[in-house]
DNA sequence: TGTTAGCACTCTTATAGTCCGAGTGCTAAG
DNA sequence: CTTAGCACTCGGACTATAAGAGTGCTAACA
């Protein structure tokens, strides 16, 4: 329903706005893209695309602004994935140059680099460590009264937390225990473990164990997971540098917002394949209602995958940003599966 | 050479700052605090507290506002320490009310708590991990060609670093060296741990075990501590809510500064026992020029220590903030020195 | 001699007025 | 259907003015 001319002029006006952070006029929109109609007619058209809600004026002689449906059109229809600049890609790249063998260490620098890349905050959402396999379980006695739980992972993630053992327990007594956990353990997902454990203890108690099965318990409460929160941020400050933002209140109910662990599954819809865009009033939390967010999942091995996400104005430059996402997303799930694999 | 009035002017004229943000004029100095003295009078000697270089006016015909220097004169001469009031103190103590056993999580905490309490940012220091004491190394075998090593020191704290193996290097060979490593390297510092795996290595090769040498050198590389900062931080968004940062860009170097854990020495000098504080320029990074930082060193056990520091306005509410570092100082001692004991 | 009232002066802040430029919508001509 | 022309609107920058808070100085007072 919209006209040939149209589309071109919502996409050049779109593209306009997301460059300059001004209202674009007529005019203006004439002179500097190469548009061969005179502003006159840009001017009625923009009218039209008014009416339909794509545009938006800030007051009644101002140019236009994208409103989040000329945003949502222009990503859904008008959105060109460009070719990503050799730099980009060269930058890109630069997270593996050194061999790391750390899945962590990679998620890291990912969204290090990709802050620096975009000039908007990154989020990235490791593998759910939940699913990690135990591989080890370890006790290590620090004093008469306290011990410290390791937990070692398929992935090489280590868990570790110090808990109470009870007074004058042989170092012995928790070697056995410590066997006896790994015996029954090691292949379990850490999800799972908590569930096992207590099986365990209860299975331990009825034979007469009770030493072993205070330990259990104490050992069972320790490694309650402390809501594993593997997220890694970049750019957290990039905000301040957008012109869009200037209002320190709204500022800071952001920053606190995407700090805030507990958040994140608003901001990143978990169990979401593929690339999402988010576009002001559509994400779920109201500190965003300013912002655009983009996600995109990627894979570690088969089973386990990870997320993305750029947070930033709404006047973003999604061409870009999905280009690189979609780039990092195929090159992160390649690496972090042969990490997997070795 | 101060003379009694002129102190008491000058404590009312900074304490009255501090409270309001708002330069300070005689009049409403004379009304507010219960002065016997005209206006005029405060005006004369505000003068001459001028003068002296103790107080500055904003432009000509303004209130006054306290330099540098009367900051400095304010906070070494006229600082009586008051009392905390019950609440603080209260919520001081819910920092230990869960019996926690693990350092990182007290102090985590601590961070916390501060940063809500005083409405500014806290930086807290751990104790120096290089200093901690190996308690013992373990290897987990992740896959053909990586395992993750494990360090455990007398705190609890636990390392671990991801990193490959030669190929089809047998798990008994692994536990063998594990053997070896632990024999020889436990109650070593982190510190020195690295110097000796050297010294380890040219050992084991000389032996002729090669096998093992290529292995203790990997671990080694493995084992090169990442400048171990733990450091914690509280409220690092409550500049934003300080009424004298408005500059978005002095903000944001300033936040940079201190997320870099490299320049925290700069703005906690190591080394340094009691409390200290720095006025604006007194710091040592330009982005700091218009903070106050103060910090205050706590013991954990008689060996170890760490510092506390709250980064403020110049215009902060230093009174209270002395008390409250000196009071948790002192807690934290007790309770990490009880916790490192058991 | 130290203190204070009085007063002229200064400077900030808030408010209102003016002007310019960029932009629009509409009409009429091409 | 397109475009030139034109009247109109509005924000932003600038100026002027008034009010308020504060100062410094002088002179009177105790």
Redesign the pocket.
């Known amino acids: 329903m919209l006209t040939e001319r149209q589309l071109l002029i919502l996409k050049v006006t779109v593209d306009d706005y997301i460059q300059s952070a001004q209202p674009v ?4 929109l004439a002179k500097k893209s190469g548009l061969s ?2 502003p ?2 840009i ?2 058209e ?2 039209d695309l ?1 009416g339909m809600g794509f545009l938006e ?1 800030t ?6 602004v994208p409103s989040e449906r000329g945003y949502r059109y222009y990503v859904d229809h008008l959105l060109t994935p460009r070719r990503l600049p050799k730099g980009d890609i060269v930058q890109l790249r630069s997270i593996f140059e050194d061999k790391i063998t750390e899945t962590e260490e990679v998620i890291k620098r990912s969204a290090m680099i990709l802050s620096e890349l975009t000039n908007y905050t990154s989020i990235l959402l490791g593998p759910d460590v939940r699913r990690h396999i135990v591989k080890k379980l370890s006790i290590v006695p620090l004093s008469s009264g306290s011990a410290v739980a390791i937990i070692v992972t398929d992935t090489g993630h280590v868990e570790n937390r110090v808990f109470p053992i009870p007074e004058g327990l042989d170092p012995s007594e928790i070697e056995k225990m410590v066997n006896i956990l790994n015996e029954r353990l090691v292949g379990v997902s850490l999800n799972d473990l908590h569930k096992r454990l207590e099986q365990e203890t209860l299975m331990v108690m009825k034979q007469h164990m009770e030493r072993y099965g205070d330990l259990f318990s104490t050992f069972r409460q320790a490694v309650i997971l402390p809501q594993e929160k593997n997220v890694y941020y970049g750019g957290k400050l990039n905000i301040l540098n957008q012109p869009d933002f200037h209002d320190l209140h709204k500022i800071r109910s952001l920053m606190d917002v995407m700090e805030e662990t507990e958040h994140i599954p608003m901001i990143i819809p978990v169990g979401n394949q593929g690339l999402h865009i988010r576009i002001g009033s559509e994400n779920a939390l109201s500190a965003m209602e300013d912002c655009s967010v983009i996600t995109v999942s990627y894979d570690i091995g088969e089973e386990q995958t990870g997320s993305i996400a750029i947070v930033g104005p709404k006047r973003m430059d999604y061409k870009r940003i999905v280009s690189l996402l979609d780039t990092l997303s195929g090159d992160l799930s390649k690496e972090l599966t042969r990490i997997l694999r070795n």
């Open positions: 006029g007529s005019n203006q109609f005179s006159a007619t001017r009625n923009m009218a008014e004026k007051h009644t002689s101002s140019g236009r």
